[in-house]
């Protein structure tokens, strides 16, 4: 008696010089449009916060959970794999980020949250089979991690698209802070952005940055100055400092 079973999601398909075992693993704009993808209310905000959040250069990927109001929960940019365009290889990447970046909702009877990726290449915002790739793993690793499959994004030198909707416009620019910033760095000082992974605070360090005065949780860090205490002329009191002899 011979029995079977599946093989785990991060296992590599069996190699095959056959193109149309790529091809079964992407999908076309139709299937796209069909498999009731849920609207962005505000893809506009959704695409100018993801940008500012990572700064994606040429082939980068974003991958962001949003929650009901389509507030970022968690993110994640890195670049796309060199590998022929294969659906399974991007579904591959992208739980690995997901996993690394939020816990899966398996256990929910119906996703809570959506996920959404924001790819960002060269050439027309048109359709192309790498798109139709990330499209297909982007809808499995949705599943497989518990999620709603959202909408896919394109990225190009002059605009963003949400493939499948129709909706576009101009591409982010940086903003006025970035664009002083950068007047005041040097020639040849500029490095390249690296990919960050993002999530969304915790709720206890939420209360905490609201409430400076309130007791900081065990194992959370806080950052900037303490404040001076008063001295009693109106003054604040210089804090003082013993060297060890």
Known sequence: MTFGFAPPPHMSPPTSTDPAARLGRMLEPAEWASAGIPLLRSPREVVA??????????????????????????????????????????????????????????????????????????????????????????????????????????????????????????????????????????AGTDRPAARRTTAALPEPLRTAAAHPDSPCPTGAVTTGRATPRSAGGGAPEAHRHTAAR
């Open 49 to 186: 916060g993801l940008y500012e959040r990572h700064r994606p250069g040429p082939s980068t990927v974003i991958v962001a959970v949003l929650d009901a109001q389509e507030r970022v929960t968690a993110s994640a940019s890195f670049t796309e794999p060199s590998a022929a365009p294969d659906g399974w290889e991007y579904r591959n990447a992208l739980l690995t980020h997901l996993r690394r970046v939020i816990p899966h909702d398996l256990r929910l009877r119906a996703p809570v949250r959506t996920a959404v990726l924001l790819y960002c290449r060269a050439g027309e915002p048109r359709w192309t089979e790498t798109d139709g790739a990330w499209m297909w793993g982007l809808r499995d690793a949705c599943t497989l991690h518990g999620l709603r499959c959202g909408a896919y994004i394109t990225l190009t030198p002059d605009r963003w698209q949400v493939l499948g909707e129709g909706r576009g416009g101009r591409r982010p620019g940086p903003s006025a802070s970035d664009e002083q910033g950068a007047g005041r760095r040097g």
